[in-house]
């Protein structure tokens, strides 16, 4: 059984277009994530949800917009695609702890978007 | 954004070398520090993780140091072979107040055959 899945696994789109990924995880975890990972694989968070509430949000453009509608799916949503949104995004998700403490994190298969 | 720090940014080793990576920690509250693996179109996965009241751990071919005083933890690969090339990541909290952890530069290690 795949324990984090995302989809799709590529994209390819047009500037200006709207696009959303869907992330699902079966491990029963309190804490999803987004990444996004550029060309040249740095990894750079850009959201965190924890049982469905926004913990984590960097400096992310407005035209990225995280859903959570339950604490076992974390959908992002893209308005007005640019070419500089081009990179893999990774879902990920983990049994968050507190007080200096956490828990390995899951990682999706990644999903490859391509800006034209 | 990026607040932890790794090093080498890349590594190219013989089969049976012993690559090292390096990672710099800020946050003396935290108390896991993972390293994560990623092949090429994967997701990166976790390879070995330490809590900071060992000072190594060991897990197959695949060692973390762990030094407290100077804030650092490292990779040790032992007999590296070539399907250990891929890029490694290690994470930590980037400051003393955070918590949440962020991922190294990371390390794309070539192992020669």
């Known amino acids: 059984d795949t324990a984090v899945s995302q989809t799709p696994k590529y994209l390819v789109t047009q500037m200006g277009n709207d696009k959303s990924i869907k992330c699902e995880q079966n491990l029963g975890h309190d804490t999803m994530y987004w990444y996004k990972q550029d060309s040249k694989k740095f990894l750079k968070i850009m959201f965190s949800y924890n049982n469905k509430e926004l913990i984590i949000n960097e400096t992310v453009p407005n035209r990225f917009s995280p859903k959570s509608p339950d604490k076992a799916h974390l959908n992002l949503h893209i308005n007005s695609l640019e070419l500089g949104d081009s990179a893999v995004y990774f879902c990920?998700?983990?049994?968050?702890?507190?007080?200096?403490?956490?828990?390995?994190?899951?990682f999706g298969p990644g999903t490859r978007l391509t800006v034209l | 954004q990026q607040q932890v720090k790794q090093s080498p940014q890349s590594l190219i080793v013989q089969k049976g070398g012993i690559p090292i990576i390096n990672c710099a920690y800020e946050n003396t509250a935290f108390d896991y520090f993972p390293w994560y693996q990623q092949f090429p179109g994967k997701g990166p996965a976790l390879l070995i993780a330490i809590r900071p009241d060992v000072s190594e751990k060991k897990e197959g071919r695949f060692t973390i140091s762990f030094n407290k005083s100077a804030k650092q933890f490292s990779l040790h690969i032992m007999d590296s072979q070539p399907g250990d090339s891929a890029t490694y990541f290690c994470a930590a909290p980037p400051d003393d107040n955070n918590n949440d952890m962020r991922f190294g530069a990371g390390t794309r290690l070539t192992v020669k055959p």
């Open positions: 990920a998700s983990s049994q968050r702890a507190t007080g200096g403490r956490t828990d390995t994190q899951y």
